[in-house]
Structure formats: C-alpha cells, structure tokens
C-alpha cells in the first residue's frame, strides 16, 4: 500500500481554513453570498454587520502616464487605468476631468436619422464586439437598428429607411420600422 501525499492534506486544510473566515468587523463567521456581480464573502450576520469581500481579489494595475499625451478638456496628461470593464484611456486628472478616449473609431453610415432628422447614423460596437447603428444625437435621439441602414422609402409604409438583411437567398432590404419589416421586391 502506498503512503498517501501529505501536500493533498495539507492543501485541503488550508481550504478549510479558508472557508470558515471570521468577520474582521464582528468575528462572526464570513459565508459566500452570490450576486449578479459574482460571488463574494459576506458577515453571516447580515444586516447587522455589512462586512463583504470578493472571492477572487483582482489584481489592480497602477495608471500609467501616456508621456507627450494631453486631455483636450483640461490639458493634464493622459493615463492607460484600469475600469470595471477593462483597461481605458483617460485624463490622469480624474475626478476633476472626467474625460475618456473613444477606444472605437465611429464610421459615418451616410444616412440621415429617420427618428430626429437632425442627425446621422454612425457605426458603433457594443462592449461585446457586435455592431449597431445610432443616432448621432444620442442621448437627445435613442433611434437605434443593428443591421446596416440604407437610404430609400419602404413599398408598403413609407418610412425613410431601409435595413441591408442577410437572407439565405441573398441581400434583401428590409423596412427599418419595426412595426412594418416589410421585405423590399
């Protein structure tokens, strides 16, 4: 019979020591709660003591000075930081200047905004890579269409845009109201 590995053992225990933490504010003991954030540790009694912690402690990543950059609201430098959806570039300034670099450069679609008429659709990609369309006015105009937009009028309603579809028979243009989504012949 073969001797068992003590760093098994050792290991387990260790993760059992994780596992009953007290609470550095009470001493009662730390439970994992789950959230839509994720899963953290949090004081057993809740809500006498607000006391949480993540599980997993990201490592945070320092600023860095973008040398020779400059924020064209307040002049101070630029800096790469680290946000809650990843790594961005803004004014080291912060909170005084609040200003960010677009990461995604806005293509034009070269077609008017049927909602407000003022004005233009631009190409824009979601922080899951998938592309859309928008009113450049937003937040004023929330007209919004996740297939490319063409000009022209639609056969049957009449509204002033039409989508670019990929069908299995081919490209078809389809109207942009969603109401309608009459495929044009």
């Known amino acids: 019979m073969s ?30 709660k789950n959230s839509k954030a994720g ?9 006498s003591c607000e006391y949480t912690r993540p599980v997993v402690e990201h490592e945070r990543v320092e600023d860095k000075i973008l040398m020779g950059s400059e924020c064209p609201k307040c002049q101070s430098q630029l800096a790469v930081k680290q946000g809650r959806y990843g790594m961005f570039i803004g004014c080291s300034n912060f909170p005084q200047c609040r200003h ?12 008017a905004c049927p909602k407000c008429t003022k ?15 928008s009113c450049e006015q937003y937040p004023k105009c929330k007209f919004i269409v996740n297939n490319q937009p063409v000009k ?16 299995a028979a ?3 243009l389809q109207c942009a109201q969603k109401k309608c ?5």
């Open 181 to 185: 989504g009459h495929f044009q012949s």
């Open 170 to 172: 081919g490209e078809k």
């Open 100 to 111: 960010i670099e677009e990461t995604h450069h806005h293509e034009d679609a070269g077609v």
């Open 39 to 47: 899963a953290f540790f949090g004081c057993s009694t809740y809500p």
């Open 3 to 32: 001797k068992p590995d003590d760093k098994l053992f050792s290991q387990h225990e260790h993760a059992l020591e994780k596992e009953y933490e007290l609470c550095p504010l009470c001493g009662n003991e730390l439970v994992i």
């Open 152 to 167: 022209g009028v639609c056969q049957q309603c009449g509204f002033s845009l039409l989508l670019k579809r990929q069908m």
């Open 119 to 133: 004005g233009q659709l631009i190409e824009r990609t979601n922080r899951y890579g998938k592309t859309f369309y």
